[in-house]
């Protein structure tokens, strides 16, 4: 682990109850990087995990935040998006910016994406079904950053991810996922661990009081004989 430092999470500024919509039954507002945020939430859905906004996509918001990292003209592609916050966020601060998750949480990532992006950033913001391991040869390999949060959960996904970030990356791309470690933090460990064979990762930041480690990957560069073994 090398430079990490310990934080205070944000949290929603307000939220407000919907009624007669399909896809939410709540609104939650986010101040962050100077902009005001509000995403559909609707917890507890039937379509799973992503229906609500994990504290590790708030962790990396924040990150972005307090770092300064901004995104012009970089290419940016997000697993596993939810609500789509992150990649929200990313797009108004300038990036090129592919979410994606499985079909049935694109409605929502639409949505979301339609109450925070001006139609003069929608060319730069690509709504995208990609199911781990399965559709990531659909896309391209140059993007500049990879993001993903709380996706590193079960055992059974990690050779799936792997497979994508490496079809995704090159040696230039940065990777930034967080995790929650409170869920299955046997299973994060280790899958990160099994990460570290492919990529260079270290904690760059945590976040004490939810328990959240944003991590930083780059490819390694592979000597000769290096055997992928998944
Ligand atoms: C715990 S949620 C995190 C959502 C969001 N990143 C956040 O932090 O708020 C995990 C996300 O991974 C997605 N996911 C799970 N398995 C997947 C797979 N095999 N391929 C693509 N996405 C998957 C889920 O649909 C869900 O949106």
């Not at 310990?6 to 709540?26: A, G, I, Q």
């Amino acid at each position: 682990m090398s430079k990490t430092s310990v934080r205070k999470l944000m949290e929603r500024s307000s939220f407000l109850y919907v009624h007669d919509d399909d896809d939410f039954t709540r609104k939650d507002y986010y101040r962050v990087c100077g902009f005001h945020l509000q995403i559909g939430v609707r917890p507890l859905s039937k379509l799973g995990f992503g229906t609500t906004i994990w504290a590790a996509a708030l962790a990396l918001c924040q990150y972005f935040e307090t770092e300064g990292i901004r995104f012009s003209d970089k290419k940016v592609i997000e697993l596993g998006a939810g609500t789509g916050i992150l990649s929200i966020l990313v797009a108004l601060l300038g990036g090129d910016v592919t979410i994606t998750d499985q079909p049935a949480l694109l409605r929502q990532i639409e949505r979301n994406v339609s109450f925070n992006i001006p139609s003069n950033f929608e060319p730069y913001v690509k709504v995208r079904a990609l199911s781990w391991g399965r559709d990531h040869m659909l896309f391209p390999s140059d993007y500049d950053y990879i993001l993903g949060a709380d996706i590193m959960y079960f055992y059974r996904c990690l050779p799936l991810i792997v497979e994508t970030l490496l079809h995704l990356s090159n040696e230039k791309t940065i990777i930034y996922f967080a995790s929650s470690m409170w869920y299955n933090k046997k299973a994060i460990s280790e899958n990160y661990h099994i990460l570290s064979h492919y990529f260079e990762t270290e904690i760059v930041c945590r976040y004490e009081v939810k328990d959240v480690n944003i991590y930083k990957m780059v490819r390694k560069i592979p000597t000769p004989g290096d055997v992928l073994n998944l």
